[in-house]
T-cell receptor
Framework: SAVISQKPSRDICQRGTSLTIQCQVD?????MFWYRQQPGQSLTLIAT?????????ESGFVIDKFPISRPNLTFSTLTVSNMSPEDSSIYLC???????????FGPGTRLTVL | AQRVTQPEKLLSVFKGAPVELKCNYS??????LFWYVQYSRQRLQLLLR??SRESIKGFTADLNKGETSFHLKKPFAQEEDSAMYYC?????????FGPGTSLSVIP
């Protein structure tokens, strides 16, 4: 299995500011993903974080709003830019380890935008 | 588009009663399907996957290609089964989630 940590675990931010969320895994993984879970809703995939290249975004999500970095095989960041109250959500990091095909999820970052 | 649907947003059953959480998927080749569970204040975790054909915590799920379904079943519900259940499928390298069903087991 993979142990995933996210920082911060929660934050309250002002409209128009940006927040960077970090995801750290205890072992090298093949795939890293970022999901969003809005209040009372299911998980929606934002993007696939690609190591050494630009992230691959899902329909409805753009790099200017959600820039993503993945400098190595164990770490990724997601930035929520120019935040509005509609960005209030839980943001989850997810990984697929090399040794199996199972997808693991981090504890999530609960973001509230005022 | 590859879609996963779960028709029930909420499901309540009495303890000891059978439970079935419904999941349907849009047809496309050979799907890889999963059930994830999220207990209160815990992170999302994999419950079972169709390729393993296993039973976890008494739950089973059978892939029915004819009906494009992957319903989750348990013959006797327990209070600790109360949680949010998500059906999901892998599309290429990505896992896409259904809307989820909140299961409440009444003592």
């Amino acid at each position: 299995s993979a142990v995933i940590s996210q920082k911060p675990s929660r934050d309250i931010c002002q409209r128009g500011t940006s927040l960077t969320i970090q995801c750290q895994v205890d072992s090298q993984v093949t795939m890293m993903f970022w999901y969003r879970q809005q209040p009372g809703q299911s998980l929606t995939l934002i993007a696939t974080a690609n190591q050494g290249s630009e992230a691959t975004y899902e329909s409805g999500f753009v790099i200017d709003k959600f820039p993503i970095s993945r400098p190595n095989l164990t770490f990724s960041t997601l930035t929520v830019s120019n935040m509005s109250p509609e960005d209030s959500s839980i943001y989850l990091c997810s990984v697929v380890p090399y040794e199996n095909n199972e997808q693991f999820f981090g504890p999530g970052t609960r973001l509230t935008v005022l | 588009a590859q879609r996963v649907t779960q028709p029930e947003k909420l499901l309540s059953v009495f303890k000891g009663a059978p439970v079935e959480l419904k999941c349907n998927y849009s047809y496309s080749g050979s799907p890889e399907l999963f059930w994830y569970v999220q207990y209160s204040r815990q992170r999302l975790q994999l419950l079972l996957r169709h390729i393993s054909r296993e039973s976890i915590k008494g739950f089973t799920a059978d892939l029915n290609k004819g009906e494009t379904s992957f319903h989750l079943k348990k013959p006797f519900a327990q209070e600790e089964d109360s949680a949010m259940y998500y059906c999901a499928r892998r599309v290429y390298d990505k896992v896409i989630f259904g809307p989820g069903t909140s299961l409440s087991v009444i003592p």
